[in-house]
């Protein structure tokens, strides 16, 4: 696997990692009875709150 490759692979886990952690955070904080815009502040808190080392090494490993 080259350089770019790898890149790109680790860049798509991030990125898909952003999106689980948005819609996690989101649905959470909609199930508690927040309005949309605190879901969505909810959602942006857990993409600020992402362990992208964590995906990193997780990729790593495969």
């Known amino acids: 696997m080259n ?25 959470d904080a909609s199930i508690s009875g ?8 909810a959602a942006i808190s857990a993409i600020q709150q992402l362990d992208v080392e964590m995906v990193v090494k997780k990729h790593s490993s495969k």
């Open 34 to 41: 927040l309005c949309s815009e605190g879901a969505l502040e």
């Open 3 to 27: 350089n770019k490759q790898s890149s790109l692979e680790i860049a798509e886990m991030v990125k898909n990692a952003c999106i689980e952690a948005a819609r996690e955070g989101f649905l």
